[in-house]
């Protein structure tokens, strides 16, 4: 069982910058690769990042690549989302994700849109004014 608490969110100017972390609880925290999805206001939940189990490989929706880096410290149980350059287009409630059938970084950027993930944060609200 893992349990995931997201923190981090708030409301900032275009152009600044914020970082997402996303605590884990739970054993097998390590061999998980990790993800962070976002839903914006009327919108369907989309895949922002992901990290693989040893940090070694990640993946990226085109919409934040050079933007955005997410990383992971198995050793706090803990993975982050570095956001930089935000634009107004980035606001969202931003959820953490795992789940053990899913083994590397792309996969869990591929995944479809009606995948049933494991484990899901309850989300942190990031807010992008102009």
């Known amino acids: 069982q893992v349990q995931l608490v997201e923190s981090g969110g708030g409301l900032v100017q275009a152009g600044g910058s914020l970082r997402l972390s996303c605590a884990a609880s739970?054993?097998?925290?390590?061999?998980?690769?990790m993800g962070w999805f976002r839903q914006a206001p009327g919108k369907e939940r989309e895949f922002v990042a992901a990290?693989?189990?040893?940090?070694?490989?990640?993946y990226y929706a085109d919409s934040v690549k050079g933007r955005f880096t997410i990383s992971r410290d198995n050793a706090k149980n803990t993975v982050y989302l570095q956001m930089n350059s935000l634009k107004p287009e980035d606001t969202a409630v931003y959820y953490c994700?795992?789940?053990?059938?899913?083994?590397?970084?792309?996969?869990?950027?591929?995944?479809?849109?009606?995948?049933?993930?494991?484990?899901w944060g309850k989300g942190t609200l990031v807010t992008v004014s102009s």
């Open positions: 990290i693989s189990w040893s940090g070694g490989s990640t």
């Open positions: 994700a795992a789940d053990p059938r899913i083994t590397t970084a792309q996969a869990m950027g591929v995944i479809p849109p009606d995948y049933g993930m494991d484990y």
């Open positions: 739970g054993r097998t925290f390590s061999s998980y690769a």
